[in-house]
């Protein structure tokens, strides 16, 4: 996803103080809004869908990487606000992991 890896790349250079603040918020903005458009078409997909047991099982289970993400999201935004590198980083490493695991719980539901 292209707004992650430039949050990713963004985080870097704020790190080696090449980025203002600012500018990587504008960077989390845009992987924020990509996230909420994912997160709008994942629910209005839902309901044209068959409610199997296990259908409703992967669809709570996305539902909770979506709620986790934006936990996290928030949590990357303080954490630039207050400066606090270490904890961006743990913040974007869980981002970047749950993105994953939507991505294989997407490819279950596909099934």
Not at 9 to 29: F, H, K, N, T, Y
Not at 84 to 94: F, I, K, P
Request: glycine share 6%.
């Amino acid at each position: 996803m292209a707004p992650l890896d430039e949050l990713k790349q963004g985080v870097v250079a704020w790190m080696a103080g090449q980025l203002d603040p600012d500018e990587l918020l504008q960077r989390w903005s845009q992987l924020d809004q990509e996230l909420f458009a994912r997160n709008h078409y994942f629910q209005e997909g839902l309901r044209f869908q068959e409610w199997s047991e296990e259908f409703v099982e992967l669809g709570r289970a996305c539902f909770e990487q979506f709620e986790w993400i934006q936990e996290q999201m928030q949590r990357l935004e303080h954490s630039v606000q207050g400066r606090d590198s270490l904890e961006v980083v743990y913040a974007l490493e869980q981002i970047q992991a749950s993105l994953l695991e939507l991505n294989r719980l997407y490819a279950l539901l596909g099934e």
